[in-house]
């Protein structure tokens, strides 16, 4: 062959591009342009091309994704570049692999001039929030290079295959704090969890506010019980006596701490389940309530310890417990208890446990222990609780030794809504005297007249009246004859005898 030919050749695919491309993209500069900034010799430019079009199908699902749609990690997709007319084009994805690529896996160059460009992209577990599609093409050996980009985004919650997100563990939901001073019954109650002995002891252990609730019988309550527990009856949670629980679970829930859990348990798990469900009825969805499956056998047999009796020192009991407590005597027969009220003397004379003695101060408490027998039991009731609570610390300290000392949980305020009795003074009857009668007043008796001695006047008097005035003439004249005769007093005139005469005269008169 000649020289002439194979020139003439060489010419022809020189300016076809066939052997050019290496050159013809060469201002690549990374993996990560998206166009070259220059063309190949001739071309002037980089400009913005808006004919060119980008289609992408999902090649799993066979669905056409468009300019904008979501991409999914690990998914694989055909893509197909369409080219105004025929050109060279290079084809860049911002993230993923490109089939046929040219030494970046991001990209492929067309060398051939076609209308459109068909690839295959598949995408990593972690391509970010979005791919972006760039293709440039030319038209000619001159002029400008044509860019066009799309974009779509990816949802990295769609992830398949090996890229399909990790299930989401479900949180464990955590007690919420019962924030309500005075219960309302929820519309939706809560539920009781019936839990082995070993979860019943880790919640007891790891909350210090739980509260265990004993419901057997005070009496096998003494003969042992999980230590910390107070004693509520299961008779407190029948129906009969829902009222009574209403009010209970207002006055004792109320005084626990938020988010107290409350553990129930009896001889074999059966009462403690009904308990628990019955007070369940009137407490928040959000409150935990435990019954111990199997009950207290359960806990003996896994080998936990148990209490027996009372132990010594100070303690809090719920109103039940303590009223159990008060008739601690009339339980064992043999225990000496001592209810001392430390409210005011006006208080105390109000209303007061049955029993209780008031005492108002610690030293006091223990003079009185001074004198009562060993093992004698000390509960502590106030107004709400705190009152007697400070008085009972106080006593704890000093006595000698400690004996049982229990506060009552709430005070009389507890006490009174459980309705328990009290004793209260009897009135004493106003004794209204029956008035006397107003005895009427005593005439007031006339004056008596003076008896008048002087006898009536009569003519007869007048008479005699007359005969004594003669009598008496009579008699002076014989006065004067015998003064005469024995020559008497010759020198007494007629006057003096006259005045004489008047006198007796008047003095007749007087006597009438």
């Known amino acids: ?43 002037s430019s980089v400009v913005s091309d808006t004919a060119t079009t980008f289609a ?21 997709y055909s893509v197909t570049v369409g080219l105004p007319s025929r050109a060279e084009a290079v084809l860049v994805s911002s993230t993923g692999t490109i089939n046929g690529h040219d030494g970046c896996a991001n990209r492929y160059i067309q060398v ?55 299930p989401v563990p479900v949180p464990v939901p955590v007690p919420v704090p019962v924030p309500v001073p005075v219960l309302v019954p929820a519309p939706t109650p809560a539920t009781v969890s019936t839990v082995t002995a070993g979860q019943f002891q880790a919640v007891a252990v790891s909350n210090s506010s739980s509260i265990i609730i004993d419901v057997r019988p005070f009496a096998d309550y003494l003969a042992s019980h999980i230590p910390g527990a107070v004693s509520i009856p ?53 409150a935990v309530l435990l019954n111990l499956e199997g009950g207290i056998t359960a806990w003996e047999t896994a080998g936990l310890s148990l209490v027996q009796g009372l132990l010594p020192g100070l303690s809090i009991a719920p109103a039940v417990m303590f009223r159990a407590l008060v008739h601690l005597n009339d339980t064992t027969g043999n225990s000496n208890v001592l209810v001392i009220d430390v409210r005011s003397e006006q208080e105390y004379t109000a209303s007061h446990i049955g ?24 509960l502590f009731v106030g107004n709400d609780g705190d009152d007697s ?17 229990v506060n009552l949980q709430g005070g009389m305020v507890a006490w009174s809504v459980m309705g328990f009795e009290t004793v209260m003074p009897v009135p004493t009857p106003v004794h209204v005297p ?22 009536d006047r009569t003519d007869d008097d007048d008479d005699d009246d007359d005969d004594e005035n003669n009598d008496r003439d009579d008699d002076d004249r014989e006065d004067s004859n015998r003064k005469d005769d024995h020559g008497g007093d010759h020198g007494r005139s007629p006057r003096n005898h006259d005045d004489r005469r008047k006198a007796l005269l008047r003095l007749a008169l007087l006597r009438r």
């Open 1 to 43: 062959m000649s020289a002439t030919p194979f020139s003439a050749l060489l010419l022809v695919l020189i300016a076809t591009g066939a052997c050019a491309h290496p050159d013809y993209w060469a201002s690549f500069s990374t993996c990560t342009d998206m166009a070259p900034t220059r063309g190949y010799k001739q071309h």
């Open 234 to 286: 299961a008779a407190t949670f029948t129906p009969s006596g829902r009222r009574l629980l209403a009010d209970a679970a207002t006055a004792a829930v109320s005084l626990l701490p938020a988010g107290a859990p409350l553990l129930f348990y009896s001889a074999n798990g059966v009462q403690g389940s009904d308990a628990a469900a019955a007070i369940a009825r009137l407490l928040p969805s959000d």
């Open 112 to 166: 051939s001039a076609v209308s459109s460009l068909t690839r295959t992209l598949t995408l990593g577990c972690s391509p970010g929030a979005q791919l972006v599609l760039g293709s440039t093409h030319a038209t000619s050996s001159s002029g400008n290079l044509l860019k066009a980009t799309a974009t779509f985004k990816i949802n990295a919650a769609c992830g398949v295959g090996a890229c399909a997100p990790a």
């Open 389 to 405: 609570l400070v008085v009972a610390q106080a006593t704890e300290t000093m006595l000698p030794s400690i004996p049982v000392i």
């Open 56 to 76: 992408l199908v999902d090649t799993a699902s066979n669905a056409a994704v468009g300019p904008g749609g979501s991409l999914c990690p690990g998914g694989t």
């Open 355 to 378: 029993g209780a003695v008031n005492i108002r101060a610690a030293p006091d408490v223990a003079t009185w222990m001074a004198g009562l027998p060993a093992g004698t039991v000390l």
């Open 434 to 455: 029956t008035p006397k009668p107003v005895p009427a007043p005593k005439p007031v008796p006339a004056p008596k007249p003076v008896p008048d001695n002087t006898p």
